[in-house]
């Protein structure tokens, strides 16, 4: 283990650790995301700021170049076409730093994730019911 690797208490301490550009991008995507996903918890998993509702929602991160938005594959899946001008893996999306964050886009993916998790936990109760 590289014995110098941050571990992050909180998102603000996540935050906290970037410059004032990048600090003030995380801010307002979190914000959104607060928004859009009210009754989320934050924490961070993966040394990654996390959303959770039912399960994590989305995943976020700033690199050198991008912020790293982390959807699941369905988050990816689901807006494949609004999000075909980005770089995105199976379930990683990357927005490059210095080009307007999509925020609209963002709040989209996170009301589907929330819907998304939300389903499957009704679907858990139900069978548990049975």
Known sequence: MDGNKTTY?????????????I?????????V???AAPEATEKISYQMPTFAQQGNV?????????????????????FEQELAPYKAGKGTIQFPIGQPMPMELIAKIVKFR????????????AKKKK
Request: aromatic share 10%; net charge negative.
């Open 9 to 21: 208490e909180s998102i603000d301490h996540y935050i906290s650790t970037f410059p004032p550009d």
């Open 23 to 31: 600090q003030e991008i995380l801010e307002t995507i979190r914000q």
């Open 33 to 35: 995301i607060r928004e």
């Open 58 to 78: 989305v995943h976020f991160a700033a690199f050198k170049n991008h912020i790293g938005f982390y959807p699941a594959p369905s988050g990816i899946e689901e």
């Open 114 to 125: 929330v819907a998304e998790n939300l389903a499957k936990a009704e679907q858990k109760a």
